[in-house]
């Protein structure tokens, strides 16, 4: 006689319960693997958003950096009447101040939405830069003077005033950088402030030997002068070095020619030369910095490729944080669906 509830194609109840009971064990277990992975990759994908929102920081730097240097550079250059010898990225004191509001505006906006670390962080910088900006620009709208080489009495304060800002954003943007966790948000972060700092080490040292260059005797002849434009070298020469190791993978093409590389070359030669006893060769320093595509426009590649190369970056960088979330997610799903599944088998 057959068993009552059994049969050929009906397994018996205490066989049912068995499977059930083991479907479920293993579908528990895997809706909380799963569950877990879940909750995992939803905290990566908030890491990540995280980190492309500090790498934002650097990138907005280098622009307000880029604004600062071009305006201190008209403005310097205008009073001692010399802003046609150099080829400028700004043609006049308007364009040159209407650029740095807006940046420094684009980064104020960005350090609000941040605050935290962020704010704490930048916020006493900017406030020092608008505070002291209004004073440096009516230097330069009051100046009345002839417009010549002599009047670096005037122009000494206003270019440490703007160089005092440059040194600050990019001691705070330094500091933050450290802070991003992708090691490939951080490479390209790293790239553009270098690329950033590299154009004022440049204008420092080329300030110095123009200035040494057109004044008596035509060259550095003084030890104070000969060791501020060796410390701005050697720091120059390692910024270069570290760009060189940073420049792999998603930015290994950033670095430019050989051309490039060749020129920076010669111009620290000049630098060597001038230093060393010999006269301020001033046209070969005006060649190199701007009367035609040089140095300057060198980084403002370099830059302008790291910042696409970030952006581009971060944004797979989040589409695959997305991706495994949602993946985890279906899976948890599935989990859930067996869960389901298995209990059906007990209860009927």
Excluded: C
Aim: glycine share 8%.
């Amino acid at each position: 006689m057959t068993e009552l509830g059994a049969g050929p194609d009906r397994p018996a109840p205490h066989t049912r319960l068995l499977v059930g009971a083991v479907v479920l064990a293993v579908a528990l277990l895997a809706i909380v693997f799963v569950g877990l992975a879940a909750w995992g990759s939803t905290r990566d994908l908030a890491d990540v958003r995280e980190d492309r929102a500090t790498a934002r920081g650097p990138t907005l730097t280098a622009d307000l950096l880029n604004s600062l240097q071009n305006e201190r550079n008209y403005a310097a250059t205008y009073i001692l009447g010399a802003e046609n010898v150099l080829v400028l990225p700004v043609d006049s004191m308007d364009e040159a101040t209407a650029a740095t509001d807006q940046a420094l505006s684009a980064m104020r906006s960005y350090v609000e939405r941040q605050g935290g670390d962020v704010a704490d962080a930048y916020g006493p910088t900017l406030d020092g830069i608008v505070a002291s900006l209004a004073e440096l620009r009516q230097l330069v709208s009051a100046f009345t003077g002839e417009r010549n080489q002599s009047q670096t009495a005037v122009t000494e304060p206003l270019y440490l005033g703007y160089t005092a800002f440059v040194d600050d954003l990019l001691a705070v943007a330094d500091s933050l950088v450290l802070g991003i966790d992708d090691p490939e948000l951080r490479q390209g972060a790293q790239v553009r402030l270098l690329a950033a700092a590299q154009p004022e080490l440049l204008g420092r040292i080329t300030r110095r030997l123009l200035l040494a260059g057109v004044g008596p005797g035509g060259a550095v002849d003084t030890p104070d002068e000969v060791a501020s434009i060796a410390a701005d070298k050697a720091e120059l020469e390692a910024n270069e070095t570290e760009i060189e190791s940073l420049a792999t993978g998603a930015y290994e093409d950033v670095t430019g020619t050989q051309a490039d590389a060749a020129a920076l070359s010669e111009f620290l030669s000049l630098v060597d030369s001038s230093t060393q006893g010999g006269l301020v060769p001033v046209g070969d320093v005006l060649a190199a910095m701007g009367t035609g595509p040089g140095l300057p426009e060198h980084y403002a590649a370099m830059n302008d490729a790291a910042e696409t190369r970030l952006a581009d970056r971060a944004r797979d960088i989040e589409h695959e944080a997305e991706s495994r979330r949602l993946l985890w997610f279906v899976l948890a799903g599935v989990s859930a669906a067996a869960v389901v599944l298995a209990l059906v088998v007990l209860v009927r």
